[in-house]
């Protein structure tokens, strides 16, 4: 009897732990506090009762209300107010921290969501706060404020509200890519690829995006006499490699890009016109995806160094993931005693020795960043996985549908998992810009919000980039794995995912001869979803391997 019992609890509690198993969760925070008093707090942390399921993706929202407490507090936020328009009035557009949109491709738990410091000094008060957010191994969803600083006198309640964490099946990635064949049109601006990623690169100086902020210490002003337009273009030069005295692009003859170097060379030491040097990426993804920043992506390059450059020890700044140059590039190829070495978001100590990059000879660099779940990068040259290096989420905060500023209405806060938008941009001043996102322009609201919605590539408001040769520019929106980097192999004349055709469609590997080395190549782009190989002859999956056997046997013209 005793037996049966024991086994009819047993039931029971499967049975309710089945039942409290959600697609969403609340993590209540109602009750809990920073104190005013000191200027560091203890960690404030809840667990949900709930448990959640486990999903190929998460959103969360972490947007409580709240009150402030002594006399800072309540003079700042004298009334319940959700965090999200505390942390706007602070700084403008950095809400973002609150909400995100998550892969997470093994589909398990226990998985991180998110785990983001906002540090600094904001209306003249040194605030510094971790937001973490994270599902754990038995299904329950944990959120935190952690490492909290703060001036004394300044600290909040909780009177409302806390984390909300949903399954969600995110969209298939989207890929955007660049050829540089005179000009910085992606594959589907040129018409090469007409499904492929919206992104778009313009320069940063561009003179449609109105004048250009200042330098170090005026990074929020604009300097008088403005800042010339159109250096960078001026300074940089597309042309065929044979034009640049430079070896083939993987066996290919190419029409490359050279960048400008990260500085105004009439006047290198002023920062203020080292500004707007530099390229400015839009992903243009957030039509498709449910939050203003990108924490999980790729970027691939086909790079050569120039042998000069690397004579001189010079530097490559690749990535400055400030929307608008307003700080040093965080992610750098520097050459030290005669060797590459790469980082990203680390002191150069723990930069990653890159003895497969050569002077004056193309290779394909990849970092794949899972900022959100590993809050780490790998990176990968010519395929191979060098190391892993650190991390950084990119903004992504403008429609294409409808483009917004980086602020936050207060009249948009309702749904606790729905982004709040920003200000709508007036049409004549969109058009304005060219429908792409100026770096430099602010709202003309009394919160002044700039579009925070690009990535600066070859940029370092320090001056510190040498030119360097690049052949392509790849973009998606995924932290791709190992063995899809791995099949993209070396640098290619012809593009990264979405390939150039070739004199001869049967040449698929691009060499120059039509061999059986090219059925091999087609299979393997065709199994790996390379649009290149899997919709061959315009016809996706499998009528496409037929499409391409059909022009291999009929052999080249």
Request: glycine share 10%; aromatic share 12%.
């Amino acid at each position: 009897m005793r037996s049966a019992t024991l086994c009819g609890l047993a039931l029971l509690c499967i049975s309710c732990a089945a039942a409290a198993q959600q697609d969403l969760v609340f993590v209540d925070f109602a009750g809990a506090s920073i104190p005013s008093s000191g200027t560091t707090a203890p960690d404030v942390v809840r667990t949900s009762t709930n448990t959640i399921f486990a999903a190929p993706g998460y959103r969360y929202a972490f947007n409580p209300v709240v009150t402030g407490s002594g006399l800072l507090g309540i003079l700042l936020v004298p009334t319940p107010t959700q965090l999200a328009s505390v942390i706007n009035t602070f700084s403008v557009g950095q809400q973002q921290f609150l909400f995100g949109a998550v892969r997470n491709p093994p589909g398990t738990i226990p998985t991180d969501l998110d785990n983001e410091t906002l540090a600094g000094t904001f209306s003249g008060l040194a605030l510094s706060f971790t937001f973490e957010q994270e599902v754990l191994a038995d299904g329950r969803c944990r959120a935190a404020i952690r490492n909290i600083t703060k001036p004394s006198g300044f600290g909040f309640n909780v009177n409302s509200g806390g984390a909300h964490m949903q399954t969600w099946t995110p969209p298939a990635p989207v890929r955007s890519e660049f050829h540089f064949q005179g000009d910085l049109l992606s594959v589907k601006q040129s018409g090469l690829a007409p499904a492929s990623g919206p992104g778009k690169l313009r320069y940063l100086d561009d003179a449609a995006f109105g004048p250009i902020l200042g330098g170090i210490g005026a990074e929020d002003n604009y300097p008088n006499p403005p800042t010339a337009h159109g250096v960078t273009a001026a300074q940089s030069q597309f042309g065929t490699t044979a034009d640049f005295g430079l070896p083939p692009v993987g066996g290919e003859t190419d029409t490359v890009y050279r960048t400008s170097p990260t500085r105004n060379t009439a006047d290198p030491t002023n920062s203020a016109k080292r500004r707007g040097i530099g390229l400015a990426f839009w992903s243009a993804n957030r039509d498709n995806w449910p939050e203003d920043r990108n924490g999980q992506w790729t970027m691939v390059w086909d790079l050569l160094i120039p042998q000069s450059v690397w004579d001189a020890g010079g530097t490559i700044a690749l990535i400055e993931d400030n929307h608008n140059n307003a700080a040093g590039a965080d992610a750098f190829i520097r050459i030290v005693g005669g060797q590459a070495r790469i980082g990203y978001w680390v002191n150069e100590a723990a930069y990653l020795a890159a003895p497969q990059i050569q002077p004056n000879q193309w290779f394909r660099l990849v970092i794949s960043c899972d900022h959100y779940r590993q809050f780490s990068s790998r990176v990968f040259i010519n395929g191979q996985l060098l190391g892993a290096t650190g991390s950084g989420w990119l903004y992504a905060s403008c429609r294409q549908s409808a483009p917004r500023w980086g602020d936050l209405p207060a009249a948009n806060l309702a749904m606790p998992l729905d982004l709040p938008e920003g200000t709508a941009v007036a049409p004549a001043t969109w058009n304005g810009w060219g429908q792409f996102p100026s770096p430099w322009a602010k709202s003309p609201n009394s919160a002044a919000a700039p579009m925070a919605a690009t990535t600066c590539l070859f940029a370092d408001l320090q001056g510190r980039g040498e030119i360097v040769f690049i052949a392509n520019f790849a973009y998606t929106d995924e932290a791709m794995d190992d063995a899809a980097v791995a099949s993209l192999g070396g640098p290619n004349g012809r593009g990264v995912f979405y390939l150039r055709p070739t004199s001869c469609p049967a040449d698929f590997d691009g060499n120059g001869e039509r061999e059986v080395g090219d059925i091999f190549a087609f299979l393997a782009a065709w199994f790996a979803g390379e649009p290149a190989a899997y919709e061959f002859g315009g016809t996706a999956g499998v009528p496409a391997i037929f499409a391409f056997l059909s022009v291999w046997f009929a052999g080249c013209p």
